[in-house]
Structure formats: structure tokens, C-alpha cells
């Protein structure tokens, strides 16, 4: 894994978003796996701003968005088609026929079939962005006793739950389950960019990096991966 220090916030988005700068100026085409949470949001927003002044095209840009919450619709503004759709692709002009998120409403079965097909239709992913959640997830993939490889209807932890309850007015509203690109996707993409801040990740990501690598911590997988680049901001 390569480790990018950053400074801060600001610091760390703007080191996601010009890797992502890079991969779309060399391959306009490119095939971009996309996160949600509050971590990419920055990156987002300097994408955008590149954008507006003309130094980024999306026209040809396929995105494949790694998870959404099951049973909220794309206009709950919790969901996190909601979200791409805020933060990125109602501010660029990629080809929205070519932005995939899961259907969080769909029968899960049937869709983690269909999520699989879009991926492999797609030609697997070029490069995947992530976050990391405090319990070692990368996507929904909480942590198990195997790792999942393909696209999976995932419970979310109580971990989970309590973490993501500040974007919902109470616990009782966020969703017990989630469709998560599975592990194997991931692992296939040509670069993997996992974005951290924060010093409440430190001791996550420390495992991540440097533990051994198990299911129990999903994330300390991306250790076999052999074009992982973390960009973290993780000090006090
Ligand atoms: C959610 C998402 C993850 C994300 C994680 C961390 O659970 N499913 O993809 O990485 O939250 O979120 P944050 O960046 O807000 O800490």
C-alpha cells in the first residue's frame, strides 16, 4: 500500500481529487468506482471545480457507485443516490446513463445479480474510490467470518448503525440493511484510492495497514492489492 500523508481536510481532498484528475485526463473513458459518507465530499467538491473551469471532462466517464441503503428511494435525501446526485453528477456533465448506484427499493437478490452485470458489462473498474468506517468497511462489507466477494444484501452493525445516525434525524430511520459491491470488485479495480480523515480513523486504519489481514477487518484486504494508495489525514 502506498501511505499519502495529508495535512488536513482540504489538504486530503485535494490529494483524492487530483489522482482522480489524473485518471480521467489519461483515460477519459475511464470506468470511476465511486463512495459516499462525509470523506469524499471535498474531492467531490475541487472535481467540480475543475470542471467549471473547463480542466475535466466526464462526458465519457462510467461511474459505479459501491452501496445504497435498502428501502429508501433515489429522492429520500438520505439515499445515497441522493447523494451522488447533490454532491457530483447534477454539478458535471457525465452522461447520467452512464452513473450506476444500486436500487435500494429493488428485491435485493435480484439486484446484487444485476449490480454484478453492471460491473462486468462496464468492464470492471479503473479506479475506486473509498472511505473506511470505523469498524474496518469498505462499501457496506462489515466485518464477517469470510470475505464476500461478489455484490451482497448486507445487515449493517450496530457499529454502523450508530455511526451513520448523524446524517438521519433519529436512529430509528437508518436503514438495517444495505447492497454492497462486494470485496472481489474492489480487489479488481486497476487503482484503489481509500480516503481517511480524521483522528477517530487513526487506530482503524492502523489496523487496516498493518494488521494482519482478516474479514473481521474488511478494509486489511486492500493490503494484496498491489495499486492501493491511501491518502490519510488521521493526526490530532
Ligand atoms: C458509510 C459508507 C461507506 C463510508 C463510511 C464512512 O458507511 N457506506 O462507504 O466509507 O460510511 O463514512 P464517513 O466518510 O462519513 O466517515
Redesign the pocket.
Known sequence: MKFIKATNYEDMSKKVANIIFSQVTLKPDSVLGL???????GAYEQLVKWYQEGQLDFSKVTSIN??EYCGLTPENDQS?CYFMEKHLFSKINIDKNNTNVPNGTANPTVECLRYEEVIATAGGIDLQL?????NG????NEPADTFAKLTNHVQ?TQT?IE??K??FSSIEEVPTS?I?MGLGAIMQAKTVVL????KD?AEILNKVMNGPITPQVPASILQLHNNCIVVASVQG
Do not use: E, M, Q, W
Request: no cysteine; net charge positive.
Open positions: 463512495a459516499t459518507g462525509s470523506t469524499p465530499i459501491l452501496d445515497y473509498l472511505g473506511l468506517g470505523h468497511h469498505i462499501g457496506f449493517l454502523t455511526a451513520n448523524r446524517f444495505a454492497t480516503a481517511v480523515n480524521g480513523k
